[in-house]
């Protein structure tokens, strides 16, 4: 949610850069004009803000959100121009500055244009890029990943079955210009590793008869502090936002083409320059340009809202470029990530952090990005009933521990013959070598096991994490029932040390407990075993710390869709769920973060009378990184089965020998919209 401190704090920042901008921002809390545009914001922004924000708004949060839009605006491109007029609001302020470097922002601003995809299931563009030498445009390493991959010491563009994704930039694409200037992307030159800074370099073919654009200079230096810069990219509209008529209504719809937004350098570091300048998702590998020296200051690559943005110093993208150009192929780090959080060198006082929250989300562009947040939403799931967009519930104070380890022995756990005889399917075996010795091993009358048995579900555990590597469920749609919700609780059959408790987990920002097996999954039987299953679900064993919204509704209802499509005599599916545990996730408070979550859902299809499994990828990379979303950006997404083995190190047996995507295994994923999209044959 916007909080009033966090906002003037923004504004704070922006008239303490520049006296003369100050003073204009000063004259609109007093112009008549911005008041009455102020008061009509007000009763269309109260009801879409949770109780408690009104008293904020009464203080002048319209106000000072068409305060900010002034000071950091996002301006259209025609010609290659900056026009200096927004929805009538303008800054003197800017005109004068961009007036004066005009012509080199006409050359400039030629040079950046939107990476188009040809062949792509999902995307016809995926963020920006610019020309940093002779026929190589350079953008962010997320960007390049959504239609190229490593293949062994090269790169190459992904295939869709037999066709490939091919790639192109266009130089054009303005808001009033329906004309094209296009070029073809032959070659992926380099994708830098995870660990480096967020760069690609691509190799633009040249036409015949048509020159390209000049390139944009390097700066050599790692960035001057408080310099006026422009990020020259293309923000897209965030397809997150439940309300898109009110977004349309109060701030416009210009999206997807070239735009300008001033601002200036915040903080710089070796390996990071901070910028307060207006960005949204498709920014990704914008030019950050140095207005004064008329050369790129940087690459953008992420941002937070109002507290910085973030790209990679023009000085570290001439330094891979160079190595590129002397055909370095092995991909080397250019720097490792600190620890803890970098913090610029020179750094000027910025708004405190916005925590990620319990609740619904509005990213709103006036131009620049607003995020309000406004309760807990409601998603429709497969069913047609309404869910939380997340699997998170309130926390207790407490934990309630189920006694003994004895409490336990009746429990039988995952069942491998639950789809019948004819058709078992074990447990996923770890097969990662590194990963088996992580395996937690518990006794159980006198012999070590690994498998933690619960009412219809076991978990297998990893040692250093102190999360599950899996838990697989039996379902049986016919025999479920519902049961509330109970607390929280530790299993006494493994050390507690060996399970997160709340370490990481507690009010925003922190973590929710995201169920890996879903509560409603296991509650199925008899009334004891249904009740079993409700309380066995709630063991912190059986989950892993989520952020905000998951984009959820295809996510949740994945298990109710293949029990309409199983056979109906038996209604029964069964599922794995796990989290994919790299080496490099990220630590927040002491804890490990896995950045995505997989599912595998086998069932015998009701059409086919075969067994059938497919697999399912979901990402909350875009809500615990500092990169911006990748333009029209993952959602959950159908997935090979034979590629979450790669991603798990783990073993599915002959899963993905059913797996109607087990041609595609070198193909991307298959983003899902909803559920009907899902290929079962």
Known sequence: MIKPNQLHKAVAQIEELDPELAEELRGIRESSRYLEEADKLRPILRPAVEEGIE????????????????????????????????????????????????????STISAVGRIELQNHPNYEWVGTGWLVAENIVVTNRHVAKVFGRRNGQGFVFRQLLDTPVTSAIDFLKEQHNPAKFEFELIKIMHIEDDQGPDIAFLEVRPVSGTRLPS??????????DKADVAVIGYPAKDSRIPEQDLMQKIFGDVYNVKRLAPGKITGVSSNRLYHDCSTSGGCSGALVLNLQRGEAAGLH????????????PASVVAKRLQAVQQSVRKPVSLYTPPAVPDVPEKEVVAADPVPSVNAQTFNFNIPLQITVSVGSPTLVAANGTTQPAVQKEEEPDAFYTEGVPEDY???????PSFLGEDFEVPLPAIADHRKQKDVLYYDRDGRQEAELRYEHFSVVMSKS?????????????????????????????????????????????????????????PIWGTETAALRGNADSMCVTNAVPQMQSFNAPVWLGLEDYALQHAREDGMKISVFTGPVLNVNDPIMYGVKIPLATWKIIIFIHDETGKACATGYLMSQEEHLPEEEFVFGAYKAAQTPIASIEKLTGLSFGNLSSIDPLREQEESLAMSLENVSQIRFL
Request: proline share 5%; aromatic share 8%.
């Open 465 to 521: 994490r102190r999360l599950c590597f899996f838990s697989a469920v039996n379902i049986n749609g016919a025999k479920s029932r519902k049961a509330d919700r109970t607390g929280w609780r530790i299993d006494p059959r493994i050390p507690g040390q060996s399970q997160i408790l709340k370490e990481c987990y507690g009010n925003p920002p922190k973590f929710s407990r995201g169920h890996m097996t879903r509560r409603e999954n």
């Open 301 to 312: 690559f992420a941002g937070r809202f109002l507290e910085s943005n973030y790209a990679v």
């Open 55 to 106: 008293e904020a708004m009464d203080a002048g949060l319209e106000l000072e959100t068409i305060v900010l839009r002034v000071g950091r605006p996002v301006l259209t491109i025609d010609a290659s121009k900056p026009l200096l007029e927004i929805n009538e609001v303008e800054s003197r302020f800017w005109e004068q500055k961009l007036e004066n470097v005009q012509d080199m922002l006409v």
């Open 409 to 415: 022995d009746d429990r039988k756990g995952y069942d």
């Open 215 to 224: 390139p944009v200079r390097l700066s050599a230096g790692i960035g001057d």
